[in-house]
Every structure is written in structure tokens, then in C-alpha cells.
């Protein structure tokens, strides 16, 4: 009992607890080469355990930050004249490549074993996965007539209850609202016919969606969504409330990428990463347990579940300013 109280003591020396000696946490802060941080807008279950094998098989020290792509492209471009960031991890390839500035071209090695048609042909970011947009219902409230397509939800009948999250914070809402105005391009003020379709029913992030489908049977409000594939197919096989929907007149399926950043304190760190990222392994895992679309040929599987478009990337990447400023602007109206 003694050599026990004694441990305890010395314990909260250790941390402050037990006086007035602070514990310096910088000397277990690894070396400056050993560090690398990264930015991602990736949900925990699939950059947690990647993290942790990159740590595991390189000894590198990862801090990591997370957020929407949009809030995250805007927080390194305050950040332009002194990085904080070494790699960005998640972002659709339209939004990269619209602030292709903020980036140090990085061509892996591993770049040899992917679908060529996937990879920016400059390396200002690198390919990751391909991360298709679809729809979701809840087919516990939706038992009849379900949305079919982009046009259908301009329809009367969903407004208010559309789960769609702000394009200024998530990016793959920026690709969701891209792909409907390369589809519908009859359609003229497509945006503000979407953003009336919502109601003022738009959440902070793309995550949020499947959530607010499945669980609308609590409220009855959000019954259909906007979302990535991934999300729908977890969520789906974890037995909650949503049924996806690919798009009839066809969807985008945009590559989603990580880039490493202008200026970094751990450049060659964060192309370890990138080149890892791309390794087999990673890739396998990011198929068999991510429910993610890998961009290593091997591992890519023919489609045959949905139309994909020629989705037109650099109008998409062009547009991307205009396209947010209007939305911004239909917001501050609503």
C-alpha cells in the first residue's frame, strides 16, 4: 500500500497535480523532422486508423485538424504567409483545383499504379479516392415516390424537407451544387430554385445529412438529402433509416484529393503520406472497410450502378467563386 500512495504521489507531481511544479510537455513533443500536420475534411472513422498506421510504420508525430473543405481552403489561404499546414487531406479535385495556388506540386511515385484519367496532371494535388454524389431518403416516411433525380428535387413537393449542407463549409455540397448546374442547364436561376427548394433547412456540414434523413422520423422534417456515396452505403449497412438514390440523369464522380501545402515546415513528411495514401494497403483498406471508391487500378471496380458524367472539372474549378458568392448571397436574402 505504501509503494502504492508513493506511485499516486509521484504521479501528481508529475502532472501538477499534487503542487506547484508544472510539467514542461514540451520535452515530449518529438523533433521538428519528425512531425507533420495535417488539415482534413474527412470524417474520423476513415483518417484515424490511417493516421495511426502512417505513425506506427514511419515514427512520424501527426497533429491533426478538421473542418468542411471550404473552411479549411479558406483557413490556408489566411494562413498563406506562414503554414501551419503540411498536407491537406480530403477535398473534391474542383476545389483544389480552383486554389491550386496554396499547393506544392508532389507527383508520387505511386502515381504509376493509378488510373491515369484520375491524376492532376501538374501534381498540385494527388488523388485519393473517387467519391460519387448521390441521393438519400428515409424509406420509412418516403414510402411512395421517391426523388429520382437532380430536377426532382426543385419539386414543390420536397421543399423544406431537403438535408443539404452550406457549400460554403463542405465541398462535396460545392460539387453537389456544380453537378446540377451542368445537368439541368436548361434550367435558368438553378441555384436560387434550389436554395428555395431548402426552405432555410441547411446544416454546417456534410456529415450531418445522413443523420438528419435517418432520424427524421423523430421530427418529419429533412425525409431526402444531398450526400456522398460513402456516407449512404455506411449508414445503410449500419441499418439506419436511408436508401440511396443514384442521380437518372446521371451524377458526378469527382475525385477526392490531398495536396501538399506552399512552404511547409514538413514537406517531405507530408509526401510520405501522400505516397502511403497510395500505397496498396491503404488503398485496400480504404475499399474494404471506408466504403471509398480507391483510384489504384487494380482495385477499381467497373461500374454498374449509375450514369456518371463527363463532369466538366476545370468549368466546375472556374466557377467555383461566382457559384459561392451567389449562395452566399441567397443566404444573407433568406
Not at 497533429?63 to 503540411?86: F, I, K, M, S, Y
Not at 450502378?305 to 451567389?326: G, H, N, P, S, V
Request: negative net charge.
Amino acid at each position: 500500500m505504501k509503494r502504492l500512495l508513493a506511485g499516486l504521489v509521484g504521479l501528481l507531481l508529475l502532472t501538477g497535480c499534487g503542487g506547484e511544479q508544472k510539467t514542461d510537455w514540451s520535452v515530449f513533443a518529438p523533433a521538428e523532422e519528425e512531425r507533420l500536420v495535417i488539415y482534413t475534411s474527412h470524417p474520423p472513422s476513415l483518417y484515424e486508423p490511417m493516421v495511426k498506421e502512417f505513425e506506427e510504420r514511419t515514427g512520424i508525430w501527426v497533429q491533426v485538424e478538421t473542418g468542411g473543405t471550404a473552411e479549411l481552403l479558406d483557413r490556408l489561404e489566411a494562413e498563406q504567409d506562414h503554414p501551419v499546414c503540411d498536407l491537406l487531406f480530403g477535398g473534391g479535385a474542383d476545389s483544389l483545383t480552383a486554389r491550386r495556388e496554396l499547393f506544392a506540386p508532389y507527383i508520387s511515385p505511386q502515381t504509376e499504379s493509378l488510373d491515369p484519367a484520375l491524376c492532376c496532371e501538374d501534381g498540385s494535388w494527388s488523388a485519393f479516392s473517387v467519391v460519387p454524389v448521390v441521393l438519400v431518403y428515409n424509406p420509412m416516411l418516403v414510402r411512395m415516390n421517391p426523388p429520382t433525380g437532380w430536377a426532382s428535387l426543385l419539386d414543390p413537393v420536397w421543399r423544406g424537407r431537403i438535408a443539404f449542407a452550406s457549400p460554403l463549409v463542405s465541398g462535396g455540397s460545392y460539387t453537389a451544387l456544380a453537378t446540377m448546374k451542368q445537368v439541368l442547364p436548361e434550367k435558368e436561376n438553378v441555384l436560387e430554385a434550389f436554395h428555395r427548394s431548402l426552405d432555410g433547412q441547411i446544416l454546417s456540414g456534410i456529415s450531418a445529412v445522413v443523420d438528419e434523413v435517418a432520424d427524421a422520423v423523430a421530427d418529419g422534417s429533412c425525409t431526402v438529402g444531398v450526400t456522398l456515396e460513402s456516407a449512404a452505403l455506411e449508414a445503410a449497412e449500419a441499418g439506419r433509416d436511408v436508401a440511396l438514390i443514384y442521380p437518372e440523369e446521371g451524377t458526378s464522380a469527382v475525385v477526392d484529393g490531398m495536396a501538399v501545402i506552399t512552404g511547409c515546415a514538413h514537406e517531405e513528411n507530408a509526401r510520405r503520406f501522400v505516397d502511403f495514401a497510395l500505397g496498396e494497403d491503404a488503398q485496400r483498406h480504404l475499399a474494404e472497410k471506408c466504403w471509398r471508391r480507391p483510384v489504384r487500378r487494380e482495385l477499381i471496380r467497373e461500374e454498374t450502378e449509375m450514369t456518371i458524367l463527363d463532369y466538366d472539372l476545370d468549368q466546375a474549378a472556374a466557377e467555383r467563386d461566382d457559384i459561392l458568392r451567389q449562395w452566399r448571397e441567397l443566404e444573407e436574402q433568406w
